[in-house]
């Protein structure tokens, strides 16, 4: 089986993006195909035995649209690509333009004669007076309206062609209308002269020029409004800088030459180049663009730097880490592609619907007409009807309804640093009813640090320097945790010991200004003499929550004791609390002991502790909850997360975590924050809601416009629809959607 993207061109509606679909999916050995009308992108799983590539172009084009294979744009590519689609949008404003200036002017010289409520006429030279002139009056109208047609030209060109292909399309049903009109106005205005009052009032030149331009401003509304819905890849596209400056010879490269192990040199105010780790240099550097997290992070030599971020103050040398594709801002890139790109389910039902929508309109229009012609109506009334339920039942407003609120919601969530991996995941994720946290790493910290100093015959910070100096030479993490937590409380320099012995189990042996110190075990200390009675209780209670207490002791006397353990992320306790607030049943799963789990599961505040469950068991614990008809969305860091990730309904991975656990994830948090799960929940509730208001509105708007625009409301003794504003309402329809889309990009998370 082979998976590949095509550019799909000339799309109008989801009518255009279905008929896509229906004709690649009945080619043999294709599995799946996906169009996204927003992106101009099909997604075609086949097998390859059976089907080529060229196969696939030559149905698409068969069916009247266009089909390139897409190859991965690369910055120049993608930079040329940005500047044709905003020289198109310009185009099409001008034309819009020209015709709104036209159709005005037609407005005027059609309508100005005929006013209602007994107003008078608008004046009008005598020479196109439609009483003493009437074939001067149609001409002026026809002369009128022939730049209009030549500005919305490309609705004939690819509404009829698509007719001819038996895919009937949103352009299909304006171009029918509008050309009807405007035919029937022709054979008017040269029957005049036979009988000018009889026919200069049947005629509907202005019908035609004002839909296809209230259509034209609908369109051209909803792309530009599309091109704000394209911004959250356009903007980290723009991250990477184009260069960089070599260290070692200073010399200026394109970044896009970068190998591993090159060393950069970042100077205040430029972007990192690519993912590296700092050598030399201290500096702030603000990572907001790719992980949402607002405060500028201090780095210093060991630290690992993300390429598109800003150095902000001092200059940093960097060793490359990843280049190209590998990097963090390329992996961004193609997760906020891949989720816009797949669909939803609940989109595939409404391009369903669509699919079979415009042949079923079209079918109305006639029927409607026919129904009108045999009640005795006259031609131009039922010319009349048959234009508006055309014009009006435009398919756009649902097609639009659901990849638009996609692409906001996942550019929204790229924004704040979460990143979805498909529009199928961001709708799951509203039905999730339990969250599995992994705690190592994603509720805690993941690495050791001293939580209680407990001195017993010395002070305080005398236990605690005399702790850091023998530990500073080990290197072993809960030595580091000592000398880290040493170093924060600014003890100043620490005496360095004349000897040193690590005893594997037990602990470590130092001679400190000429004293032996022992740092370890209670065994170790007990096997020397020492006695720790008085700090033995201390230490079970310790033990019990999960913490590694230290015994330390110089010349035979006890000092006290040091407890190290992996502590609580600042941030875990109020996001379980904000997940329980939104009904989320939380669960802590650990292969660590009880006592631990236990204790870090009360802190937290989660509704149950699963714990001692090897790394091959956490997928079977996820799997007995989805037996109790739970959607699941397990949340971890580590590479034995990645089954139990990959078997919950969600899985959502801490971007601080392993690249493994990061591929199997349906969503990646860039910030090392809990909070950012209810962030995500929160996120696809609204994306949710946005796409349900939007198929809403789009499927009222036409079950309640095609029963006026057949004449419903006339027969009943309404008025009849006009089809200028049939096009008005149509449009209307389509920039709401789009609209409602966009304020989702506003949303607080």
Same mark, same amino acid.
């Given at each position: 089986m082979r998976e590949e993207t095509y550019d799909i061109s000339g799309m109008h509606c989801a009518a255009c993006s279905a008929s896509v679909e229906r004709v690649t999916r009945k080619l043999p050995g294709v599995e799946r195909s996906d169009v996204n009308l927003t992106t101009e992108k099909m997604t075609i799983r086949y097998d390859e035995t059976k089907v080529t590539p060229e196969q696939i172009v030559a149905k698409v084009e068969k069916a009247g649209f266009g089909c390139t294979p897409h190859a991965e744009k690369k910055e120049a590519a993608e930079q040329a690509l940005q500047d044709a689609e905003a020289a198109e949008l310009r185009h099409k404003q001008w034309e819009l333009i020209t015709a709104g200036v036209f159709s005005l002017v037609l407005l005027y010289v059609s309508m100005g004669q005929m006013l209602p409520f007994g107003l008078p006429a608008l004046p009008l030279p005598d020479l196109f007076s439609m009483h003493t002139h009437p074939v001067n009056f149609a001409i002026l109208q026809l002369l009128l309206t022939i730049p209009v047609l030549y500005c919305g030209r490309h609705f004939f060109t690819s509404g009829f062609k698509a007719l001819v292909h038996g895919n009937p399309n949103m352009d299909s049903l304006v171009a029918i209308g509008s050309a009807c009109s405007f035919a029937y106005s022709v054979v008017m205005t040269f029957l005049i002269s036979d009988d000018p009052h009889a026919y200069v009032h049947n005629l509907y030149y202005e019908s035609a020029a004002v839909v296809l331009t209230l259509v034209s401003l609908g369109k051209f509304l909803e792309s530009r409004n599309m091109q704000k819905t394209k911004g959250a890849i356009t903007a980290l596209m723009r991250l990477s800088p184009d260069t960089a400056i070599l260290a070692d010879s200073g010399n200026e490269v394109p970044t896009k030459s970068l190998k591993n192990g090159d060393v950069v040199l970042v100077k205040p105010g430029a972007r990192v180049p690519a993912d590296g780790m700092v050598t030399q240099g201290e500096s702030s550097v603000n990572e907001a663009m790719l992980t949402g997290e607002s405060l500028p992070v201090e780095k210093t030599a060991g630290s690992e730097v993300i390429g598109g971020s800003v150095n902000l103050n001092g200059a940093l040398y960097v060793q490359v880490t990843r280049t190209g594709e590998d990097t963090t801002l390329a992996r961004i890139i193609r997760f906020v592609e891949d989720a816009q790109g797949k669909k939803a389910p609940i989109s595939k039902t409404a391009d369903k619907v669509a699919g079979v929508f415009v042949p079923v309109v079209m079918g109305i229009a006639v029927l409607?007409?026919?129904?009108?012609?045999?009640?005795?109506?006259?031609?131009?009334?039922?010319?009349?009807?048959?234009?508006?339920?055309?014009?009006?039942?435009?398919?756009?407003?649902?097609?639009?309804?659901?990849?638009?609120?996609?692409?906001?919601?996942?550019?929204?969530?790229?924004?704040?640093?979460?990143?979805?991996?498909?529009?199928?995941?961001? $709708? @799951?994720?509203?039905? /999730?009813?339990?969250?599995?946290?992994?705690? *190592?790493?994603?509720?805690?910290?993941?690495?050791?640090? /001293?939580?209680?100093?407990?001195?017993? %015959?010395?002070?305080?910070?005398?236990?605690?320097?005399?702790?850091?100096?023998?530990?500073?030479?080990?290197?072993?993490?809960?030595?580091?945790?000592? *000398?880290?937590?040493?170093?924060?409380? =600014?003890?100043?320099?620490?005496? &360095?010991?004349?000897?040193?012995?690590?005893?594997?189990? &037990?602990?470590?042996?130092?001679?400190?200004?000429?004293? *032996?110190?022992?740092?370890?075990?209670?065994?170790?200390?007990?096997?020397?003499?020492?006695?720790? *009675?008085?700090?033995?209780?201390?230490?079970?209670?310790?033990?019990? %929550?999960?913490?590694?207490?230290?015994?330390?002791?110089?010349?035979?006397?006890?000092?006290?004791? @040091?407890? /190290?353990?992996?502590?609580?992320?600042?941030?875990?306790?109020?996001? @379980?609390?904000?997940? &329980?607030?939104?009904?989320?049943?939380?669960?802590?799963?650990?292969?660590?002991?009880?006592?631990?789990?236990?204790?870090? +599961?009360?802190?937290?505040?989660?509704?149950?502790?699963?714990? $001692?469950?090897?790394?091959?068991?956490?997928? =079977?614990?996820?799997?007995?909850?989805?037996? $109790?008809?739970?959607?699941?969305?397990?949340?971890?860091? +580590?590479?034995?997360?990645a089954p139990a990730l990959t078997q919950a309904e969600v899985g959502c991975a801490i971007g601080s975590g392993s690249d493994i656990a990061i591929e199997s994830a349906d969503i990646v948090l860039m910030r090392d924050d809990l909070q950012d799960v209810p962030r995500a929940l929160r996120l696809s509730s609204l994306t949710l809601r946005d796409i349900k208001q939007n198929l809403f509105w789009a499927f009222c708007y036409n079950t309640i416009g095609i029963p006026i625009a057949a004449g419903l409301l006339y027969l009943f003794g309404g008025p009849l629809l006009s089809p200028m504003f049939a096009g008005a309402a149509m449009s209307l329809s389509s920039v709401c959607v789009v609209g409602n889309a966009l304020r989702l990009g506003r949303a607080r998370l």
């Open positions: 409607a007409a026919v129904a009108w012609a045999i009640a005795g109506q006259p031609f131009a009334f039922v010319l009349r009807v048959f234009t508006s339920v055309l014009v009006i039942a435009c398919p756009c407003a649902l097609g639009l309804a659901t990849p638009t609120a996609i692409m906001v919601g996942t550019g929204l969530g790229a924004r704040h640093g979460i990143l979805i991996r498909s529009g199928e995941i961001l $709708e @799951i994720t509203h039905s /999730v009813d339990t969250v599995v946290l992994d705690k *190592t790493g994603t509720v805690t910290r993941g690495e050791p640090a /001293v939580t209680s100093v407990v001195p017993y %015959q010395c002070g305080g910070d005398t236990l605690l320097t005399i702790a850091a100096a023998v530990e500073s030479v080990s290197a072993h993490p809960l030595a580091a945790a000592i *000398t880290a937590y040493a170093s924060s409380q =600014g003890l100043g320099a620490l005496p &360095k010991p004349e000897s040193f012995e690590n005893l594997s189990g &037990k602990g470590l042996r130092a001679v400190l200004n000429g004293e *032996t110190v022992l740092g370890g075990n209670r065994r170790l200390l007990e096997e020397a003499g020492v006695d720790v *009675t008085p700090l033995l209780k201390e230490a079970e209670r310790l033990s019990n %929550q999960g913490q590694t207490p230290m015994f330390f002791a110089k010349g035979g006397v006890l000092l006290g004791l @040091i407890s /190290v353990a992996d502590s609580v992320k600042e941030t875990s306790a109020a996001a @379980i609390a904000r997940m &329980k607030e939104l009904g989320i049943r939380t669960v802590l799963l650990t292969g660590d002991n009880h006592a631990a789990a236990d204790h870090i +599961g009360r802190l937290v505040g989660v509704d149950q502790v699963v714990a $001692e469950v090897l790394p091959e068991e956490k997928a =079977g614990v996820i799997q007995r909850l989805q037996a $109790e008809g739970r959607k699941v969305m397990m949340v971890g860091d +580590g590479i034995n997360d």
